[in-house]
């Protein structure tokens, strides 16, 4: 009787706002008898006093006396400590209340938000569905950048998603960019042709503020214009100009070797960067450099590799690191050089470059563009990719090899065995295009070009790999509605790596994809040499595959303009000489130019490497520089 009298007194000077008088009430009343109640009532006290640090302690307390307010209480202990910025305490109470998030999509919320800033996307996934049912449209907008951030989880409900969120927000141009990504993925050619006008009309007008909420890689797919590329930069860690400065004047031992690290999620054999730059790593030497790979690959990945990875470099693993433990391992290493081979891609760890590992940081490969909003000192690629005029909308320093920037490794693929056109379901008496770019690659122009070149070829067929069942289906609509039958469009499947090698034999003349070009995909063409046209592009990503057809002597392939690229692909296909010269022409030169020399190409990612550390050692700021040329060689560099 004593403690409700007691409580009594607390609850009316709380209702009365003598919130003082109230805690001293409470407080007496604990010490006698701790219940739920009177802890939530200590709760609500404690945030009226400007303490919501000891409130969520309460309401924690709360919920551990049980009683059926017990749930409620925990609501609001995870939301006061997520408040707090506590928010290991948050996610921890949160597990509690793991199968009813979707009674309380404010906890689904939270929890999306904390695990999206620890990188944790594929887990934060798990909520997309709850959060895109709450009539909150903050929540509806953290479901879509869910969507969006785990984008390479083929998940066709993604496109409804972002559909819901745009018929929420139909004025939002970013959530409009957000609509096409998915729109892409599944090529929905008809929502495409919609709403890309409105964008590129916005555009037009002088409205460029919402590209900043697109993502870095999905911007390249819909825009060949450097300055719209450089504004996109959603999902980036922040930067500024002065941790550069203050990376750069940290201290650094320079040793007799310079130490390399490259940083990757990608190191394992199977993967196409593995297929590029293995034998790179393998024929560094090692009496001038120290390779580490610092490697963030999924362990699920690492199970299939049957590669020996010591051959490559000292593997050191920072998968389960946080960004800061992963760069205090990187600078307790002196790392002289740090390549990240990521860039804007899915798995991504750019942030770690954001905290200063090394004194010289450089991007390479993965990426096809400035790796924007991120401390770079260097982007490696060559005279086709990084042109004089591409110098204003990079943060990075060019460093150009001299031939090609893309590596291919020779030694360890297999070269393509021929394979008869029956073994793989196409016509024998047929002139074959072939198209195995990603399918988001391929735009309502490029299908439209395409389109041009059959109707004008009717001896040809077109042979495409799906992406998904669902692209596919779109692909062939799209066809048939430009007044190609299906019986001239042949969709196929992934294979394994092999057996994709083999049957690329089976085309007459691959097509290339833009604003983005094939890039593993191109050299595996002209490996299996399969001739490849293309055109001039305006940026990185749309100028790949020009420079990977000059490295292996068939610049012709490169056409000047969209109306040059028909005109080649519909000459080849009535002059099938012609196009046999060029295809002996790349079996012939295999082996003697330089696509395919991993060792020279090694030797000149050396000589940048080299480069980079005498002008800092020096003290000089990185400049733009090229990479001299090797002397050409005088036979082949390889017999297999």
């Given at each position: 009787m004593l403690n409700e009298i007691s409580y009594s007194v607390a609850s009316k000077h709380f209702k009365a706002g003598r919130y003082t008088e109230a805690l001293a009430a409470l407080n007496e009343l604990i010490d006698a008898k701790k219940d739920a109640r009177t802890y939530a009532l200590l709760a609500r006290t404690l945030r009226q006093v400007g303490l919501p640090d000891q409130a969520a302690t309460a309401y924690e307390l709360a919920y551990q006396q049980g009683g059926m307010d017990a749930e409620a209480h925990l609501v609001n202990s995870i939301k006061l400590f997520y408040e707090c910025k506590q928010n290991d305490k948050a996610l921890a109470l949160s597990n509690k209340l793991i199968n009813r998030f979707h009674k309380h999509p404010d906890i689904a919320f939270i929890v999306g938000k904390l695990l999206l800033e620890r990188g944790e996307n594929r887990i934060a996934r798990t909520l997309k569905n709850i959060l895109m049912k709450s009539d909150n449209i903050d929540h509806i907008l953290l479901g879509a950048r869910i969507a969006i951030t785990t984008w390479d989880v083929f998940d066709p409900s993604d496109l409804e998603t972002a559909r819901v969120l745009l018929s929420r927000?139909?004025?939002?141009?970013?959530?409009?960019?957000?609509?096409?990504?998915?729109?892409?993925?599944?090529s929905r050619f008809d929502n495409i042709e919609i709403h890309q006008p409105i964008i590129d009309a916005a555009?037009?007008?002088g409205d460029t503020s919402f590209v900043a909420d697109d993502g870095t890689f999905f911007n390249l797919h819909w825009t060949g214009d450097e300055h719209l590329n450089q504004l996109a930069r959603s999902n980036t860690p922040f930067f500024t100009p002065e941790m550069t400065a203050r990376r750069r004047a940290l201290p650094h031992m320079w040793g007799d070797k310079i130490r390399i690290g490259y940083m990757s999620s990608d190191f394992f054999d199977i993967h196409a960067t593995m297929k590029l730059i293995r034998r790179v790593l393998e024929l560094?030497?090692?009496?001038?450099?120290?390779?580490?790979?610092?490697?963030?690959?999924?362990?699920?990945?690492?199970?299939?590799?049957?590669?020996?990875r010591s051959q490559w470099g000292d593997v050191v693993t920072i998968y389960d690191m946080s960004d800061e433990e992963a760069c205090d391992e990187i600078r307790a290493r002196n790392i002289d050089i740090l390549v990240d081979l990521k860039g804007h891609t899915a798995n991504n760890r750019t942030s770690i470059l954001n905290l200063g590992a090394a004194p010289i940081q450089v991007a390479?490969?993965?990426?096809?563009?400035?790796?924007?909003?991120?401390?770079?000192?260097?982007?490696?690629?060559?005279?086709?990719?990084?042109?004089?005029?591409?110098?204003?909308?990079?943060?990075?320093?060019f460093v150009r090899l001299p031939e090609c920037y893309q590596p291919n490794d020779s030694?360890?693929?297999?070269?393509?065995?021929?394979?008869?056109?029956?073994?793989?379901g196409l016509p024998e008496d047929a002139f074959v295009f072939a198209s195995f770019n990603a399918n988001r690659k391929i735009t309502p122009k490029v299908m439209d070009m395409w389109c041009?070149?059959?109707?004008?070829?009717?001896?040809?067929?077109?042979?495409?790999?799906?992406?998904?069942?669902?692209?596919?289906?779109?692909?062939?609509?799209?066809?048939?509605?430009?007044?190609?039958?299906?019986?001239?469009?042949?969709?196929?499947?992934?294979?394994?790596?092999?057996?994709?090698?083999?049957?690329?034999?089976?085309?007459d003349l691959g097509l290339d994809t833009f604003p983005v070009n094939g890039h593993t995909t191109t050299s595996e063409q002209l490996w299996a040499g399969l001739p490849v046209l293309t055109v001039k592009g305006t940026n990185f990503a749309s100028?790949?595959?020009?420079?990977?057809?000059?490295?292996?002597?068939?610049?012709?392939?490169?056409?000047?303009?969209?109306?040059?690229?028909?005109?080649q692909a519909v000459f080849y296909a009535q002059n099938p000489d012609r196009l046999k010269e060029i295809r002996d022409r790349i079996d012939a030169n295999r082996f003697v130019t330089p696509l395919f020399d991993a060792e020279r190409f090694c030797r000149h990612l050396e000589t940048a490497y080299e480069m980079m550390v005498e002008r800092a050692k020096q003290g000089a700021e990185p400049d733009h520089f090229d990479v001299p040329a090797l002397p050409k060689r005088d036979g082949p560099f390889l017999e297999r």
């Open positions: 927000l139909p004025r939002e141009n970013a959530v409009r960019l957000m609509f096409l990504v998915f729109s892409r993925e599944n555009i037009a007008s560094h030497d090692r009496d001038r450099f120290e390779i580490t790979l610092f490697c963030h690959t999924d362990p699920v990945h690492l199970q299939m590799n049957e590669a020996d390479w490969i993965g990426f096809p563009g400035s790796t924007v909003n991120v401390d770079l000192d260097y982007a490696i690629g060559d005279p086709y990719v990084l042109q004089d005029s591409s110098k204003p909308f990079y943060y990075e320093k030694v360890n693929r297999p070269l393509a065995q021929k394979v008869t056109r029956a073994q793989v041009e070149i059959l109707k004008k070829t009717p001896n040809s067929v077109i042979w495409i790999m799906q992406s998904s069942p669902y692209s596919s289906a779109n692909i062939l609509k799209k066809f048939n509605a430009k007044g190609i039958h299906s019986r001239r469009v042949f969709i196929t499947g992934k294979l394994d790596y092999e057996l994709h090698l083999n049957r690329i034999t089976a085309a100028r790949v595959s020009e420079s990977l057809l000059n490295a292996i002597g068939t610049p012709e392939l490169v056409a000047e303009d969209d109306k040059d690229y028909v005109r």
